[in-house]
């Protein structure tokens, strides 16, 4: 168990609907970060926020958007939803950079867009 | 932009015999850090091995060790004793050495089964 909590699991919706994806870091990680996995496009980054700011972004649409919270939890949230954003959500933390402590993944969220 | 190139969508190998997974990258950076990540069916991302570029010496972690070629910007896995438990994908990532924003770019991986 990496300690990053994920919720829900799975989420099974339908398109043009609006969903948000929630994640609790590890206790003491500062930094989250988004990614997305599907099929196609393999592992993306989407976005990194550090101690409630963001910090970095990837290739994350305008649909999607996302904060971190004072309690350091963090939420994606994904609207007008299409069936190619049918994917893995993968939040991970860190303690702070990468370059000294490794990123710790939670089990991720399962999307489908039906 | 970096990029990551896993070449071999998957492989095979037999239980406690040694297999290599081939990952080469593009950067025109100096400095950077190169890792391997497992994915096994539980879905979790576990870090297994993590490399410094500025290092010429091949980091090792019990049965895992990479072979890095920096001027040939390549970085291969080695599996030593193949084990069931290996069985996972298995991605390369590449992360640029500069504090604060620090973005992964990954692979698009390797399927490893090692069969009994």
């Known amino acids: 168990d990496s300690g990053v909590t994920q919720t829900p699991k799975h989420l099974i919706t339908a398109t043009g609907q609006r969903v948000t994806l929630r994640c609790s870091p590890r206790?003491?990680?500062?930094?989250v970060y988004w990614y997305q996995q599907s099929l196609d496009q393999g592992l993306q980054f989407l976005i990194q926020?550090?101690?409630?700011?963001?910090?970095a972004k990837g290739n994350i649409l305008e649909r999607f958007s996302a904060q971190q919270f004072p309690d350091l939890h963090s939420e994606l949230n994904l609207s007008s939803l299409e069936l190619g954003d049918s994917a893995l959500y993968f939040c991970a933390s860190s303690v702070g950079t990468l370059l000294d402590s490794p990123l710790h993944f939670g089990n991720g969220t399962r999307l489908t867009v039906t | 932009a970096q990029t990551v190139t896993q070449s071999q969508p998957e492989m095979s190998v037999q239980e406690a015999e040694t297999v290599t997974l081939s990952c080469t990258y593009d950067t025109s950076e100096s400095n950077y850090y190169l890792f391997w990540y497992k994915q096994p069916p539980s879905r979790q991302m576990i870090l297994v091995i993590r490399q410094e570029a500025y290092k010429q010496q091949n980091a090792t972690e019990n049965r895992f060790s990479v072979n890095f070629q920096k001027a040939a910007k390549s970085f291969s896995l080695k599996i030593s004793d193949s084990q069931l438990g290996d069985t996972a994908m298995y991605f390369c990532?590449?992360?640029?050495?500069?504090?604060?924003?620090?973005?992964?770019?990954f692979g698009k991986g390797t399927k490893l089964t090692v069969n009994p």
């Open positions: 926020y550090y101690n409630g700011e963001e910090r």
């Open positions: 206790s003491g990680d500062l930094s």
């Open positions: 990532a590449f992360m640029k050495a500069q504090g604060g924003s620090e973005k992964l770019v």
